[in-house]
């Protein structure tokens, strides 16, 4: 399994670099709703929809929705009037994950609340989509009016550090992992991963500032860093919390040896929107 991970990690991480840095606004946008709505048909597996029809029909509102809001982003983006929106949006989207955590926190207790309800499990897994389709969105056309490339590198960044902190955590994890984070939730996550994930992501601000590839502060980008990584956390385990009550251990398998597309975007919808919203409390700037 290992192995495979890797294999398929090695092919899908240099592609989607050169795609971020050769994709136009546009095409970007388009890409990320494309992953969003294979994300929603995915979802629509875990929220247990009876049929078919059922799950086609989440799946395109959720797209439509969802391009609803990328077209009026390229609009306001032309006007100059995208902050505005981005600052409503990014707030809808940090709320969410505010209403997670006590999910996450009292499992299998707080099932109450939704294994029941088609409509909320439903309505969870669109707000987590959109939460990484709109967080990634705020990250790419961070001070794009200004410079079009600036929100390149902003992202090139939140990829690598949530990857490298996923990463550090795997490894960590295998080789000293007893202490279970989450035991309810995942077997395999341990807090010896999680500290090992926080030492990856403190090697990656450190990289990234001796390269000077960030215009932001070593030490306010440390803090904010650590905090997006956290919020990845929570992202994993609020999608573990839905595989478990659906009894799944992956949420597809359109990705050899991680699953599906949503056990890969899980741990970036809660942090895209997070990371976002520090740039723009810490910058100023969108």
């Keep these: 399994m290992f192995k495979l991970r890797l294999i398929t990690a090695l092919i899908l991480i240099p592609v989607i670099i050169i795609a971020l840095f050769s994709l136009s606004m546009i095409e970007f946008s388009i890409a990320i709703l494309a992953i969003s709505v294979l994300a929603a048909w995915e ?3 875990l929220a247990r929809l009876s049929s078919y029809l059922r799950r086609i029909i989440f799946t395109i509102s959720c797209g439509m929705v969802l391009l609803g809001c990328m077209l009026d982003l390229l609009y306001n983006m032309q006007d100059g ?3 505005l929106h981005f600052s409503k949006f990014l707030w809808i989207a940090l709320c969410w994950w505010i209403i997670v955590i006590p999910l996450v926190y009292y499992y299998p207790k707080s099932a109450i609340v939704w294994r029941n309800s088609c409509i909320l499990r439903v309505l969870f897994g669109f707000f987590t ?10 990250i790419r056309q961070y001070n794009y009016v200004i410079d079009h490339n ?3 590198w902003q992202l090139f960044y939140f990829l690598m550090l949530v ?5 550090g955590a795997y490894v960590f994890g295998k080789l000293f992992g007893n202490y279970k984070l989450a035991p309810q939730l995942s077997s395999g996550k341990t807090w010896e991963g999680l500290i090992g994930g926080l030492f990856v992501s403190c090697s990656m601000v450190y990289l990234f500032s001796a390269l000077s590839l960030t215009s932001i502060p070593c030490m306010p980008l440390l803090f904010y860093s650590l905090i997006v990584v956290l919020a990845s956390v929570l992202g994993d385990l609020s999608e573990s919390m839905f595989k478990r009550e659906a ?3 992956d949420s597809g398998k359109i990705l050899p040896g991680h699953g599906g597309i949503l056990d890969r975007i899980d741990s970036l919808a809660a942090a895209a929107p ?3 919203s520090l740039q723009w409390l810490i910058c100023g700037v969108f």
């Design 43 to 45: 979802w629509s597996s």
């Design 81 to 83: 009037r995208h902050s």
């Design 129 to 138: 989509i959109f939460s990484f389709f709109y967080g990634m969105l705020s």
């Design 150 to 152: 600036t929100g390149v």
């Design 163 to 167: 990857w490298g902190a996923d990463s």
């Design 247 to 249: 009894a799944v251990k």
């Design 274 to 276: 997070v990371f976002a």
